[in-house]
C-alpha cells in the first residue's frame, strides 16, 4: 500500500534477490532512449494523432491509406533503433549464466506491449557472447511491426517483412508524418498485399478491440509471479494494465520504473522514478 511504498535500492535489490518468479511488463517508455516516441506520456505521438483513430480495426477498414503512413513511419523508426541500456539490463537477467541480483533458480520473463522488436534485438546482441541455455520467455503481447497480416478471413497468412519501404507507394512518406501530416490517400492497390492471395495486407499488432498474443502464457506468469516490474508502461491499456494488481493480489511485490507518476503507481512496493535506461541497469545490475 502506498504507505509502506518504498524508493529504496537496496531494499529493492534485497527483495530482488530474494525473489523466485519475477517478471517484467513493460511499454514504450522502455524504447524512449532509444528513439522511439511514446503514445501518451511527454513527448508521446500520439498527442498529435489522436490513438482511438489509428489503432482499430474500424480506422483501418475506413482508411488503410491513413493507418499505413503512421506505420510506415513506426516502422522506418524502429528498423533503424537500437537496444538501450533498459533493454539490455532486462536481457541480461534473461540468461541464467548472466544474472547478478537474482537467485539462481529464480524464474524471470518479459512481457511487452512493445510492437519495435527492440527487446528480441538486445537479447540476440548479448547472445552473440553468451549461450542461449534455459533463455527466459519473452511475449511481445501487442504484436510485432514487422508482421504484416493479411485481411482475408480465409487466408489470414502473417509474414515477417522488414523491407525498406514496405512497398513503393509508402517510400519516403515517413518524413511527411514525422512533420505532422498523414494525408496522402494512396489507392488500396498500392498499399501493402499479401504474397499469397493478394488480398489487402496489415500491420500485424494488435489493435483496440483485438485479442492480445499469447494470454494463456501470460496468465500463467502473472499468476506465479512474486514480483512484478512495471517498466515505461501508463498502465492505462488493458491486459497489461491489471498485472500488477494481479500479483499484488496473491501476495506479490510490484516495483515501478518510470519518468513520471503513472496509473496505479501509489499501490506499487516500489517507484522509482527517472529514465529507466539509467534506472533499471542500477536496480538489476
Ligand atoms: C518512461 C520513459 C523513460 C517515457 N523511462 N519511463 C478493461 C477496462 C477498460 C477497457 C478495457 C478493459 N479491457 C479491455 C479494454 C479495452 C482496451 C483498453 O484497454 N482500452 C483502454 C484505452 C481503456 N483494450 C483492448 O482492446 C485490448 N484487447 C483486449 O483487452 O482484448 C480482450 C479480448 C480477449 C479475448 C478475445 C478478444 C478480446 C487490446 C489493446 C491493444 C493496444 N494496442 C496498442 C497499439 C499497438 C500497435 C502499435 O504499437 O501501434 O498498443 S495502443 C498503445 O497503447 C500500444 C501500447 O502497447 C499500449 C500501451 O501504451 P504504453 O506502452 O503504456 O505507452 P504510453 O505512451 O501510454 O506510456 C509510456 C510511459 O512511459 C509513460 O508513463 C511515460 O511516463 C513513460 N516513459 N519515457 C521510463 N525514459
Ligand atoms: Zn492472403
Not at 225 to 249: F, H, I, W
Request: hydrophobic letters at 40%; one cysteine or more; glycine letters at 8%.
Amino acid at each position: 500500500g502506498a504507505q509502506t511504498q518504498s524508493t529504496n535500492m537496496a531494499e529493492f535489490q534485497q527483495l530482488l534477490r530474494s525473489s523466485k518468479n519475477i517478471i517484467a511488463v513493460c511499454g514504450a517508455g522502455l524504447s524512449a532512449a532509444s528513439g522511439i516516441p511514446t503514445f501518451r506520456g511527454a513527448g508521446g505521438m500520439w498527442r498529435k494523432y489522436d490513438a482511438m483513430s489509428l489503432a482499430t480495426p474500424e480506422a483501418f477498414a475506413q482508411n488503410p491509406s491513413l493507418v499505413w503512413q503512421f506505420y510506415h513511419y513506426r516502422r522506418e523508426s524502429a528498423g533503424k533503433a537500437e537496444p538501450n541500456a533498459a533493454h539490455t539490463a532486462l536481457a541480461l537477467l534473461s540468461i541464467p549464466s548472466q544474472r547478478k541480483g537474482v537467485a539462481p533458480d529464480a524464474t524471470f520473463s518479459i512481457i511487452t506491449q512493445n510492437v519495435d522488436g527492440l527487446s528480441v534485438k538486445a537479447m540476440d546482441k548479448v547472445l552473440e557472447k553468451h549461450s542461449n541455455k534455459g533463455l527466459s520467455p519473452l511475449m511481445e503481447m501487442h504484436g510485432r511491426i514487422f508482421d504484416v497480416q493479411c485481411t482475408s478471413k480465409w487466408c489470414k497468412r502473417v509474414e515477417y517483412n522488414t523491407s525498406s519501404p514496405i512497398c513503393p507507394a509508402l517510400a519516403g512518406t515517413e518524413d511527411a508524418v514525422a512533420a505532422g501530416s498523414l494525408d496522402l490517400d494512396i489507392p488500396v492497390a498500392d498499399l501493402p498485399r499479401c504474397s499469397k492471395c493478394k488480398a489487402l495486407a496489415r500491420p500485424g499488432v494488435v489493435w483496440f478491440g483485438e485479442q492480445p498474443k499469447e494470454l494463456d502464457t501470460i496468465a500463467k506468469l502473472v499468476k506465479a509471479a512474486d514480483l512484478c516490474l512495471v517498466v515505461g508502461t501508463s498502465s492505462t491499456v488493458y491486459p497489461a494494465a491489471q498485472y500488477a494488481e494481479m500479483v499484488q493480489e496473491h501476495g506479490g511485490k510490484v516495483a515501478v520504473f518510470n519518468l513520471e507518476r503513472s496509473a496505479g503507481d501509489t499501490e506499487a512496493d516500489f517507484l522509482f522514478l527517472g529514465p529507466c535506461e539509467k534506472t533499471l541497469p542500477e536496480a538489476l545490475g
